[in-house]
């Protein structure tokens, strides 16, 4: 059964940052180990498998093929190991701009993002171990049924949903029991997944609200994605569920097969013909060189993997040429670029104290003593709804419109500094946030599912140290507006 809390005992805005700063501290408990835990003194010059980036996917990839006795396995991760400031949930909007992000921003657009600085919008990456797991809000959505199966449609053989569904029940440690028994979810795996233990009275209210417009109450990691529920979430004991905490940080030490090299930045793919054959890394200043005997993975991220083809050879040949790379294959390498567009920050104002309330004296006391209480709540989601508008056929059970419910405004001083790291133009701030100061507030974010507007990624240059040019061209395509 849930805990409906809420608290209004607020102290001034810098105690948030002296209670994160203590808070850190009394949790060193929890910290995760430090980089020489995770490296391998001594690397080999060959490996059976080299996996490039340690993040989300890289982490199960190494975990699943470690497994297998005989099969040297080599991790190679850009960042470090995450601590104990990536570990509380409602710090989520803390992490901008820290060290394990990349810190990536877009292209000026031309349709979109008049309300930030020089029209660019950040791109929020994790540069650490755990890759994005580690800096990102926690939210546990696999994605709809439809997208696997178009990719099975378009020839990726065994990437229809059903193909993947055994897949993501293996790593599932489920823990939220009115979903448990619906043949979706697995217990045995590695990843816990859970309900917040603490909600709001003004999330009910979203909640009933989707009732009222007829959607159902869901798991929309289940058997249908079209309809309303409480945010799963990656969290365990109310901290965050990182992949390098579920996959890589209990097995590293107990397989001598795996290993993994931090602040490893690979530069490049070697081929032999067309067949990858090696990996170029640089570490600590030097560069380095491995050998693979049977495949080289990438799984470095949306924007790094691109990357690290082109400047392998792998990609467009007319933009290959035109910064002097040597094609090793013609292929449409970051293109079909799509970034889900949401509409975030407008706030309405409530006139009692029914939000989640993170900075108040009871809800540090609680998330210290208890682990729960609002600061449990990545972000302060509490709610997702999947919906469709007219323009979409609703029995394909394809939404098209999803709905984030957060418990809270950006009004604060807190994420007014948050906010203009993230290139929110001042005016603006001062226009639509700062009147919501001190007044209680939540929001509801609309995001663009099946957004029809497609961008590219490019080489800036040949400098593998160089972030791409990352243009999605957000709104370029009519039917998204």
């Known amino acids: 059964m849930q805990k409906v809390m809420f ?90 701009g820290n060290p394990y992000e990349w810190n990536y921003k877009t292209v000026p657009q031309e349709d979109a993002c008049l309300g930030l600085e020089d029209k660019r919008s950040k ?22 049924k439809r997208d696997y199966d178009q990719w099975a449609e378009n020839g990726a053989t065994g990437w229809s949903y059903q193909d993947v569904l055994p897949y993501f029940k293996s790593i599932e440690k489920f823990n939220i029991a009115e979903y448990a028994d619906n043949g979706y979810h697995g217990s045995e795996g590695e990843l816990s997944v859970v309900h917040p233990s603490t909600h709001s009275l003004s999330s009910d209210a979203f909640l009933e609200a989707c009732r009222e417009l007829g959607y159902q109450y869901i798991d929309y990691n289940g058997p249908s994605q079209t309809g309303y529920s409480r945010t799963q979430f990656n969290t365990q004991d109310g901290r965050r569920a990182s992949s390098v905490k579920a996959f890589i940080q209990p097995v590293v030490g107990k397989r001598p097969n795996l290993h993994v090299t931090l602040n490893s930045a690979a530069t490049k793919i070697e081929f032999d013909n067309k067949k990858a054959v090696g990996v170029h890394f640089e570490k600590d200043g030097v560069a380095r060189y491995v050998r693979a005997r049977r495949e080289v993975i990438l799984t470095a991220g949306a924007i ?101 419910y957060i418990g809270g405004s950006y009004a604060s001083e807190e994420s ?50 160089d972030h791409p040019l990352l243009d999605p061209k957000y709104f370029s395509h009519p039917d998204d507006i």
């Open 304 to 404: 790094a993997t691109p990357q690290l083809l082109m400047l392998s050879g792998v990609g467009p040949k007319d933009h290959l040429v035109e910064r002097k790379i040597e094609v090793v294959a013609d292929l449409p390498v970051g293109k079909n670029l799509q970034d889900h567009v949401f509409v975030g920050g407008i706030a309405a104002t409530l006139e009692q104290e029914a939000t989640l309330e993170t900075r108040t004296l009871s809800s540090l006391i609680d998330y210290l003593l208890h682990g729960n209480g609002p600061m449990s709540v990545p972000a302060s989601i509490e709610g997702i709804a999947f919906m469709n508008t007219p323009f979409v056929n609703a029995s394909l059970d394809y939404p098209d419109v999803q709905l984030v």
């Open 123 to 144: 791109w929020t990456r994790g540069r650490a171990l755990g890759g994005s797991s580690v800096v990102n809000a926690m939210v546990y959505v696999r994605g709809n």
């Open 416 to 465: 007014e500094t948050l906010l203009r790291d993230l290139g929110y133009k001042k005016e603006v701030y001062d226009k639509y946030f700062l009147p919501l100061r001190g007044k209680p507030a939540f929001q509801i974010q609309p995001i663009l599912n099946r957004l029809k507007s497609t961008g590219d990624i490019q080489l800036k240059s040949t400098n593998p140290h």
């Open 7 to 96: 608290f209004h005992l607020p102290y001034p805005p810098k105690w948030v940052f002296l209670a994160y700063a203590y808070m850190v501290s009394l949790l060193s408990w929890w910290d995760l180990p430090s980089d020489s835990f995770f490296n391998t003194k001594d690397l080999l010059s060959e490996y059976d498998f080299i996996v490039v980036g340690g993040g989300s996917a890289g982490s199960v990839v190494a975990n699943r093929l470690s497994a297998i006795a005989g099969v040297q396995v080599l991790l190679i991760e850009a960042g470090g190991a995450p601590n104990a400031g990536t570990e509380v949930p409602s710090f989520f909007f803390l992490h901008n």
